[in-house]
T-cell receptor
């Protein structure tokens, strides 16, 4: 039972254009939503997050949008740069006794073409 | 000055063996985690410890036993290794709270032959 889904396994975008990565979830009890970026042979690194009570959070070139009624979130990267090429994981957080249980999507491989 | 470190980075072993993966964090965090990324690239939580106490224990075979000697360390011991245990295992840590970032280690690629 996949509670967090990223339906696009890969995405290719031209440098300078906007990259939009999508994520859907099924559990309306999640507290926070996060995006992680992962390069090969490295651990995931945190990119940006959004509380379930907000609908937008922006950090430089990265913006996350949350549509609670649709149980959908998206990550916008603009402008896209070659260094953004990586696998992006969407995650939803459920707090359990101080421990943050993250449920991850299966990832989207983003390739930025020069 | 690595924030979350894991050893070893690669581990190749035979079926039936027992092995351990070590994790250390120098961020002063209270909570540590183990994740498994399988061949289909799904990243799933296995365990979480908060101040050396087991908080999250997903449906993981009891051949897997986490041990937290102190707040900064969370080791993963696996008994009687099986082919299906082959995966990349990630350790992570965070402070308390839903909004706090989890910092991941570089991963340990376990291959069971």
């Amino acid at each position: 039972d996949q509670q967090v889904k990223q339906n696009s396994p890969s995405l290719s975008v031209q440098e300078g254009r906007i990259s939009i990565l999508n994520c859907d979830y099924t559990n309306s009890m999640f507290d926070y939503f996060l995006w992680y970026k992962k390069y090969p042979a490295e651990g995931p690194t945190f990119l940006i997050s959004i509380s379930s009570i907000k609908d937008k959070n922006e950090d430089g070139r990265f913006t996350v949008f949350l549509n609670k009624s649709a149980k959908h979130l998206s990550l916008h990267i603009v402008p896209s740069q070659p260094g953004d090429s990586a696998v992006y994981f969407c995650a939803a957080s459920d707090l359990i006794q101080g421990a943050q249980k993250l449920v991850f999507g299966q990832g989207t491989r983003l390739t930025i073409n020069p | 000055d690595t924030a979350v470190s894991q050893t070893p980075k690669y581990l190749v072993t035979q079926m039936g063996n027992d092995k351990s993966i070590k994790c250390e964090q120098n961020l002063g965090h209270d909570t540590m985690y183990w994740y498994k990324q399988d061949s289909k690239k799904f990243l799933k939580i296995m365990f979480s410890y908060n101040n050396k106490e087991l908080i999250i224990n997903e449906t993981v075979p009891n051949r897997f036993s986490p041990k937290s000697p102190d707040k900064a360390h969370l080791n993963l011991h696996i008994n009687s290794l099986e082919l299906g245990d082959s995966a990349v295992y990630f350790c992570a840590s965070s402070q308390d709270g839903a909004a706090d970032t989890q910092y991941f280690g570089p991963g340990t690629r376990l291959t069971v032959l």
